[in-house]
Every structure is written in C-alpha cells, then in structure tokens.
C-alpha cells in the first residue's frame, strides 16, 4: 500500500519558468507534509512542509499547496532556476506517541526536475 | 547542519560477509534512523531508535539489525550482506526547526555494493 504517491517520474521545464510537482496521498492521520530536495551523491534537505490544517505555505520562491479533500498536494517553485535541478520528495508525517520528536516520514517515490537554461 | 557523520560513505563488499555503518550525532538528538534509498522505492525506513538501547524496525528491516549503546551512535549492521542490500543508505535524526516544527534532518548517505 502506497501511502505517498508522486506519480510523475521526472519534469522538464524552462529557467524563469513556473516547476509544478504533485504528491497524492491516502493516509487521513499525515499531520504534516514536507517536502525534499536530493542532489546526486548527497543526503536529502528539508524544503518546505505544511500542516495538515494548512492550505498553503510559501517561503520565498516555493510554496506548498494541500487540498486535503482531494488528498492532493503540489510545490510550486518560481521561477525556476537552473540549480533547482534535483529529485524532490513528498513525505507525510505522522506521530508516533511517547511524546518529544517521534515522527515517521512516509515518502513518494520522487520526482527528477530538470530545469533547462 | 544537523551535525550527522556517516562512515564508511563508500563500501565495497562480498556476498554473506557483515557490513557495519555508523551513525554519529553530535547535539544529543533522541531519535535517529536509518533509510534506504533505491531506484523506483524512494525512502523506505529500516529501523529507528528512540533512545539509548531502544530501538524498533522499519518497513524493510529484514536482514539489518541496529544498535545504540550511546545517544550519538546509531549503527546499522548486515550480518550477512547480499545482493539486494546494494543501496544508499542514510542515517536521520528527528529535531526541531524553526522554520518548520519538528522535521527530520538527513546525513549526507552511504553507498553500499555487495559484489
């Protein structure tokens, strides 16, 4: 069972251009959503994330967007720049109890963005 | 930064040998884990710990097994290492961000090859 699903493999798109990528998710007790970015050869970095109260969050030139009744979120990134290329990851965040930082990630698959000069 | 030392970062190895690979935290961080990442599977958790000598498995924790004797060290052992366990595997830690609550902070990865 695929809790986390980024359905698109990879993403082509023009520098100064808007990046769109998509996360569907099935799991209704997710109380946060983030988003990360992997270079080859490097661990990955925390991006963005929204609550699950949330419909949106922006931090500079990205920002996350959840529509939870369609289970659905997207990170938009504008414009997009050439170092911007990476895989990016969806993840859905739950708790795990016992109190402090026990959280779980559940993640996608991953999306490769090529942004093109 | 999350201060997150992984060794060895590359590793050859034969089938059936044991592979170890170290977890080093240096802010006194209570829960560590440890990830795979492999083509078409994303991040798939192996095991966690939550404390010292407190430790759980993950979605894919047949054939690892871990161990935390200290709080800065978080190991991940393949007793017997096999083909299917050439991965990249990434040691994390749960702490808070500012900009985000908690939020769990990567190492930068160790590629594993079982030859």
């Known amino acids: 069972d695929q809790q986390v699903k980024q359905n698109s493999p990879s993403l082509s798109v023009q520098e100064g251009r808007i990046s769109i990528l998509n996360c569907d998710y099935t799991?209704?007790?997710?109380?946060?959503f983030l988003w990360y970015k992997k270079y080859p050869a490097e661990g990955p970095t925390f991006l963005i994330s929204?609550?699950?109260?949330?419909d949106k969050n922006e931090d500079g030139r990205f920002t996350v967007f959840l529509n939870k009744s369609a289970k659905h979120l997207s990170l938009h990134i504008v414009p997009s720049q050439p170092g911007d290329s990476a895989v990016y990851f969806c993840?859905?965040?739950?708790?795990?109890?016992?109190?402090?930082?026990?959280?779980?990630?559940?993640f996608g698959k991953g999306t490769l963005l090529t942004v093109n000069p | 930064d999350a201060g997150i030392t992984q060794s060895p970062r590359h590793k050859v190895t034969e089938t059936g040998t044991p592979v170890t690979l170290r977890c080093h935290q240096t802010?006194?961080?209570?829960?560590m884990y440890w990830y795979r990442q492999d083509p078409g599977h994303g991040l798939r958790l192996i095991h966690y710990?939550?404390?010292?000598?407190?430790?759980d498995k993950g979605e894919v924790s047949d054939g690892y097994s871990v161990s935390r004797s200290k709080t800065e060290d978080f190991l991940l052992t393949l007793e017997s290492a096999t083909s299917s366990q050439t991965s990249v595997y990434f040691c994390?830690?749960?702490?808070?961000?500012?900009?985000?609550?908690?939020?769990?902070?990567f190492g930068e990865g160790s590629w594993l090859t079982v030859v």
């Open positions: 994390a830690i749960s702490a808070i961000s500012g900009r985000s609550g908690n939020t769990i902070y």
């Open positions: 799991n209704s007790m997710f109380d946060y």
């Open positions: 929204i609550s699950s109260i949330k």
């Open positions: 993840a859905g965040r739950t708790y795990r109890g016992s109190g402090g930082s026990n959280y779980k990630l559940t």
């Open positions: 802010e006194n961080h209570r829960y």
């Open positions: 710990s939550y404390g010292v000598k407190d430790t």
